[in-house]
């Protein structure tokens, strides 16, 4: 894992460096939760996760500020002392020169933030946990169709860029052309974005690179999405039976999550993009607890039935 900086950090919840002293770039955050040293402060260092951002809030401030200077001096040096990653001291409170002094002497960066503990800690978490979440590539096409993320895959060459550009044409937005790359930020969501190099950008053979943001505008594009379904385009084979009805899913899977798939066969004269926005829509209306090929097969039942009645 190569981890995330404090300089990242800092720039992301516009923290306030207060040892300056220190290079950000080179301290790293390998773990996504935090930690209020309270226990720590009253010496009680058991199960402490000391790689974990530290935070301390008023009532841990309120604390410090109560104890003699030379009881505070020994609790400084072995919370600093004890290889932590960094230090945020929130509601705008300001540490003292002892804390900045000895922060210094260990390497240990201690920003300051106005906002309350409880939002700075949400805020901290749920950015660590998507910039350390599992990671891996895909070739293929992100899009945003009607709140839907749809992954485009196939093989190269088969219309997944001019399938997108259809798509943005109609008003839906491009997350990434080529390269996806997918993170698992928990074990039912995965979230797709393109790399920065070629954020934005759309390949198109024949013509070339263009820039979506540019031609279209910035409300065509966007830079994260989650992805709820994937759909495979892939050349028609007469010797191969597709599914018809739908009555079930079938599923691909990411670092272990799996999302729902659809094999789409190219055929000259097929509206791709057309396709892709009736299966987005098709898959919200199925989140929301209606299936179009269940109410079929449940009618074709029904009608059957009261011909066996009628009969009998």
Excluded at 63 to 70: E, R
Excluded at 231 to 255: P, S, V
Excluded at 262 to 276: D, E, F, S, T
Aim: proline share 3%.
């Amino acid at each position: 894992m190569s981890g995330v900086s404090i300089s990242a950090l800092i720039s992301k919840m516009e923290l306030e460096l207060l040892t300056t002293e220190i290079n950000t770039d080179q301290v790293k955050l390998y773990h996504p939760d935090v930690n209020r040293p309270a226990l720590q402060l009253v010496g009680f260092y058991e199960h402490f996760d000391k790689e974990r951002v530290q935070i301390i809030g008023n009532v841990e401030y309120a604390y410090i500020n109560q104890l003699d200077h030379d009881y505070r001096l020994k609790m400084y040096d072995r919370l600093l002392g004890s290889q932590i990653p960094c230090v945020i001291f929130t509601v705008g409170n300001v540490p003292d020169e002892d804390f900045i002094r000895i922060a210094v002497h260990y390497h240990v960066p201690v920003m300051m933030s106005a906002k309350r503990t409880s939002s700075v800690m949400a805020e901290v978490i749920r950015w660590l946990n998507v910039e350390l979440a599992p990671t891996t590539s895909v070739h293929g096409v992100l899009v945003d169709v009607y709140g839907e993320g749809v992954l485009i895959t196939g093989e190269s060459g088969i219309g997944k860029s001019e399938t997108a550009l259809e798509l943005i044409k109609r008003g839906h937005r491009l997350v990434s052309d080529d390269v996806v790359e997918i993170r698992k930020v928990s074990d039912d969501t995965l979230v797709g974005s393109a790399p920065g190099i070629t954020r934005h950008f759309i390949e198109l053979r024949g013509i070339g690179i263009i820039d979506v943001k540019t031609l279209f505008g910035v409300e065509s594009v966007k830079n994260t999405q989650a992805i709820d379904m994937v759909i495979n385009l892939e050349e028609w084979n007469k010797e191969k039976e597709y599914d018809r009805l739908g009555l079930e899913d079938h599923y691909t899977e990411f670092l272990g999550n799996r999302v729902i798939c659809h094999n789409i066969p190219i055929r000259p004269g097929r509206n791709l993009a057309l396709i892709v926005e009736t299966a987005a829509v098709n898959h919200r209306q199925k989140k929301m607890g209606y299936n179009a090929a269940r109410e079929l097969y449940n009618r074709v039942q029904q009608n059957l039935s009261r011909k066996v009645e009628e009969v009998d």
